[in-house]
């Protein structure tokens, strides 16, 4: 057994709270690495022995970043639509079957070269756990092969055979929805982890939704939901009902939909990168932090509408426009993912949690608010293995 010690850390990031520090930041500490797993934290003069020391250098030292909403198995990209869109076009979702035409078409090795890029672009920006969704195939064989592709990276797989209804199905949604429940969601579920509609306007209402959150359960997938992200719905209220783990976007919220998810376990994720990149108002975050719900802050990665897999841009976001301070961010974009994910095992180090962290350039977490577009991880460990630096 092989052991790290990861030493001379000027501020530490545990997430292991404490009464006024939800951070549980810790000054001039030492953290081990047995195993893969943080075996020890504490003061810098105690630390234990090791085979081996790794310098923080006084430098600040995080959870890894757990992206819990991306959408990574796709071809092609949408750049022209980016553009049509900065000049004054409006976003309306209509452009993800654009990216579906081009899935359909990659082989295989296309989508995991695409997956593969993008999951090593977010480890170099210190995410270290990141769900990933299928969602561009919406056939049978197309959903069960991104998931199958997905899960060469993630513990954490999305069935979203429910993105859009395609093309094909435009005159006859019923029939896409009883192909998704059934024999779509067969070929999937055993790849699969968790499934997600996009409950919107323009692409499943809350009767579909209901039909293809309550299949997945009972083939033993926990919910996630696309909700209110282009207007208000009955998305969030639904997904509080089915307890989702998480109900994602939450741009569009009534005062019921706030009160739901303040009275249950489900997360509020924020994804900023896709108001930044369709122009459109942030969601609210002061308002739910004020009323006790739980928020996570993830990229929505996608090539349409967020085609960014920086978490430090989305704290940075989310700090600037949503007036979260720095520490709630950078919680929401470390603890807050790991909730939405029901995971206990990431987005915290303390003794037994998988040691995926990240060594910042500079001295404090709030560098990553207050120092936007910078690039400030200079080294990341995953599973107590560092990466590549970049
Ligand atoms: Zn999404």
């Known amino acids: 057994m092989s052991s790290l010690l990861v030493d001379n850390i000027g501020e530490l990031v545990t ?9 549980g930041v810790r000054r001039d500490a030492a953290l081990l690495v047995e195993d893969g797993e943080v075996a020890w934290v504490g003061p810098a003069r105690y630390a234990p022995a090791a085979d081996r020391r790794l310098d923080a250098q006084g430098a600040a030292v995080l959870p890894g970043f757990v992206d819990s909403h991306a959408h990574l198995v796709f071809a092609g990209d949408r750049a022209a639509e980016f553009a049509a869109r900065m000049a004054g076009e409006p976003y309306t979702g209509g452009g993800i079957r654009t990216t579906v035409g081009a899935t359909r078409a990659a082989s295989d090795d296309q989508l995991r070269a695409t997956v593969r890029r993008l999951h090593g672009e ?10 990933i969704k299928s969602g561009y195939g919406l056939t049978v064989a197309d959903e069960a092969r991104s998931l199958r592709i997905a899960a060469e990276f993630s513990e954490d797989t999305t069935f979203l055979g429910a993105h859009v209804v395609p093309a094909e199905y435009a005159d006859r949604p019923d029939d896409y929805v009883g192909l998704v429940c059934g024999p779509m969601l067969a070929a999937a579920a055993p790849h699969a982890r968790w499934i997600d509609v996009f409950c919107e306007r323009g692409a ?4 579909h939704t ?23 719905g009955p998305g969030v209220r639904l997904g509080v009902e089915l307890g989702a783990a998480s109900v994602d976007h939450c741009t569009h919220l009534t005062g019921a939909d706030v009160d739901a998810l303040a009275g249950s376990a489900t997360v509020a994720t924020l994804l900023p990168g896709a108001e930044f990149s369709t122009r459109s108002p942030y969601p609210d975050a002061r308002r739910l932090l004020d009323a006790g719900v739980t928020v996570a802050l993830a990229t929505d990665c996608n090539p349409g509408s967020s085609y960014t897999s920086s ?11 949503m007036r979260m301070t720095p520490a709630e961010a950078v919680w929401a974009a470390t603890a807050g993912g790991a909730r939405a994910l029901r995971r206990d095992d990431v987005g915290v180090l303390r003794r037994g949690a998988r040691a995926d962290l990240m060594i910042l350039d500079a001295p404090s977490h709030l560098h990553l608010a207050y120092r936007p577009g910078v690039p400030l991880i200079r080294q990341v460990l995953h599973n107590g293995v560092p990466q590549c630096p970049h």
């Open 204 to 207: 499943f209402d809350v009767d």
């Open 122 to 131: 977010a480890m170099r920006q210190g995410t270290t756990t990141i769900e």
């Open 15 to 23: 997430n292991d709270a404490r009464p006024g520090d939800p951070l």
């Open 210 to 232: 209901r039909a293809i959150l309550a299949g997945g359960q009972a083939a033993g997938l926990g919910v996630r939901v696309h909700a209110n992200q282009l207007g208000p």
């Open 311 to 321: 978490m430090p841009l989305c704290i940075a976001l989310a700090v600037r426009e």
